[in-house]
């Protein structure tokens, strides 16, 4: 059976609309996908190259399976440099890791030495996937990457400690939001920090047949804001949600009873919070953004003005 000609440099929905966004993250961030052997991935990573090539693929029937395997291909492989990623930095590793690490977070918060331990936890898988998931083939030295690390484990670590100390005679529910404001600060300094090559060089622009016109520092800035603003709405249902949900249980006597389920508890619930927010707020900007070329800085617009003038948008890769 001879398949119809699609291009798999996109997604299967249409990006423009935030539903279709949508269903594409929920199959691509699918905490199933962490399952998958060298073999499946190695496979989808065979049948996605041949096909963009123009080679026969045997393998597949139809449609729906070129598609089930790009979908895998795409979850373990970067979409600029088509490197295989690291297990725990791939976006469907991010409900199984921050479930656990979320939940151990809200248990532990009282705690100083514990607050230190999940907060240098959670920086140092927020840092690993950050770096993961950067737009491009952006090299980061071991020096930088080494400074970007500490100083966002730092600034988490000062923002909850400082927190902690200041609400420790405020209501339970107040001290069980920490966490969520000290990870709110953090990310904002780990993002930024982790990619900081971009925001020094800029993101390659791009046109709709994927011509490169050269490096931008506005569309650097615009995607890694985008990334900040997703990733601090992703953590806020499981760390709103979950203290609001413990402090209910506390006040019925739930966990007096069993105190044994309090980590538990949060732990499960903030698996289900993250099973659906890490799809809907990656959804909230599209991946494969977009920006004005009257935007971009002054010799970029020149350089498209001489190769294709009526161009209007371009288009590059925030990442997650």
Wanted: glycine fraction near 4%; charged fraction near 20%; hydrophobic fraction near 40%.
């Amino acid at each position: 059976m001879s398949l119809p000609q699609i291009n798999l440099d996109e997604p299967q929905y249409d990006q423009s609309t935030y539903i279709n966004r949508a269903k594409h993250f929920l199959i691509v961030t699918n905490p199933l996908n962490v399952f998958a052997s060298s073999e499946e991935l190695k496979r989808a990573a065979k049948i996605v190259n041949d096909y963009r090539a123009g080679k026969p693929v045997p393998d597949v029937k139809n449609v729906d399976e070129l598609y089930a395997a790009k979908y895998l291909y795409d979850s373990a492989f970067h979409p600029d440099t088509g490197e295989k990623m690291m297990l725990v930095g791939r976006m469907s590793a991010q409900v199984p890791m921050n479930m656990t690490i979320t939940g151990c977070m809200m248990t532990f918060y009282k705690s100083t030495p514990a607050v230190i331990f999940w907060q240098w936890a959670n920086q140092s898988f927020n840092a690993l996937v950050n770096y993961t998931n950067r737009s491009g083939a952006s090299p980061i030295s071991k020096e930088q990457l080494f400074t970007s690390y500490c100083m966002a484990t730092g600034g988490a670590l000062i923002t909850a400690l400082s927190l902690n100390r200041m609400v420790k005679n405020a209501p339970p529910l107040v001290g069980r939001l920490v966490p969520l404001a000290a990870v709110a600060a953090a990310n904002c300094i780990n993002i930024p920090l982790m990619r900081i090559q971009e925001l020094k060089n800029g993101i390659t622009v791009i046109d709709n047949d994927g011509k490169a016109y050269g490096e931008s520092l506005t569309a650097a800035r615009e995607g890694i804001t985008a990334v900040v603003f997703s990733r601090v709405a992703m953590a806020m249902p499981g760390m709103v949600f979950t203290p609001v949900l413990m402090n209910y249980l506390d006040k019925k006597g739930v966990l007096k009873r069993i105190p044994w389920a309090n980590s538990p508890i949060q732990i499960l619930f903030c698996g289900f919070c993250l099973t659906f927010a890490t799809p809907l707020c990656c959804a909230l900007f599209s991946q494969k953004a977009s920006i004005s070329v009257d935007r971009l800085e002054s010799e970029i617009q020149e350089k498209i003005k001489k190769s294709n003038p009526d161009l209007k948008t371009v288009y590059y890769n925030k990442g997650l």
